[in-house]
């Protein structure tokens, strides 16, 4: 039985947005004896229970105060978004953080041998989908009239037993449109994994939980974007080597014993260190240059 003093976060049951949630919360320091068939954890180290349900659901019990935070698609959380307001419904939520996981995007995507012009072809078409309430809207703004077939699953394979004309489904590498002789031929959204919040003012006790969780998963999408660089470099070359580095703060700057016109320098950058600024770094004049991830961060 659930505990309500116990924070209450709601994932995915499996699929990828699963193990990412999964990644994300190990790396935020919650402990949790996983089993393949449970549908409640309970962490071992901080009054927190984590429960593996249906992507679908996890937004309503957000929503509905079960669950106080949620890991879920934008697709998922948009879908269910339009079809509370459509239903007069407040969706009660906040997103807290964008997690820069398990992108894909809601595309619309026809026969290869139907022509498309534009969204006006789109004009008089059925469409099959899983996200009618997402579709609707993009119909409605485009005022395109075309009728919308709801299916739960394998919408792809629609057009191939004469069900629809085209379909509006999540494409992430484009693989399943190729293997039904699909086309891709409008995104109406981009989508990542998105960590949510419930409105409901949450007792004080949850509340300082909720506060360290939160502040955690902030270090740890910070330091999934920043790179530690350190490097040796000529003293007169300093300001040049400097403007090299990306999104840097203060570098420290640190003597070489029995070398006194050079200096050691490390440097947290925060965004990304490619090839090419490794190799600007050189030609600069540094050398010994070791680019390295950062596990956890906090201001």
Known sequence: MLQTERLRIAIQKSGRLHENSIELLNR???????????????????????????????????????CDLGIVGENILLEKKLYKLNNGD??????????????????IAVPEDREFIDVSSLQGLRIATSYPNLLQQFLDEQQINAEILNISGSVEIAPRLGMADAICDLVSTGRTLEENNLTEVYTLIQSQAVLIQTNKKLKDNKEKIKSLLLQRVLGVLKAKESKYIMFHAPKKSLNDLKSLLPGFETPTIMPLEGIQDRVAV??????????????????????????????????
């Open 28 to 66: 935020c320091g919650i402990k949790f004896h996983f089993s393949k068939n449970a549908l409640l954890l309970h962490a071992e180290n901080l009054p927190i229970d984590i429960l593996l349900v249906r992507d679908d659901d996890i937004p309503t019990l957000v929503m509905d105060d079960i």
């Open 266 to 299: 490390h440097v947290v950058s925060t965004e990304g260190v490619f090839w090419e600024t490794v190799e600007k770094l050189k030609q600069a004049g540094a050398n010994s240059i070791l680019v390295l991830p950062i596990e956890k961060m906090m201001n």
């Open 90 to 107: 407040n969706p009660n939520f906040t997103i807290v953080n964008k997690l820069d996981s398990s992108r894909c995007r809601l595309a």
